[in-house]
């Protein structure tokens, strides 16, 4: 359980950055961080989300469905 309520907090911080990327191109201000600060933080926490579902599947806390249909 608690390995689902990490992902979904990932995936929440993943779509705030990706907003946060599109507010600041919309509002091309030279004074606020650049886009790419939240397009990196977005691509790395797609990355540990990956890297975490693979560490838990082999560790044997979550389990793949075995018969997809």
Known sequence: MLIKIIVVGLLAFMIYNLFRALFIMNKND???????????????TS???????????????????????
């Open 30 to 44: 030279p004074d606020k961080p650049p886009m790419s600060k939240f397009i990196g933080r977005r691509v790395m």
């Open 47 to 69: 990355v540990v989300i990956i890297v975490l579902l693979l560490v838990a599947m082999l560790t044997g806390l979550i389990t793949p469905n075995p018969r997809p249909y």
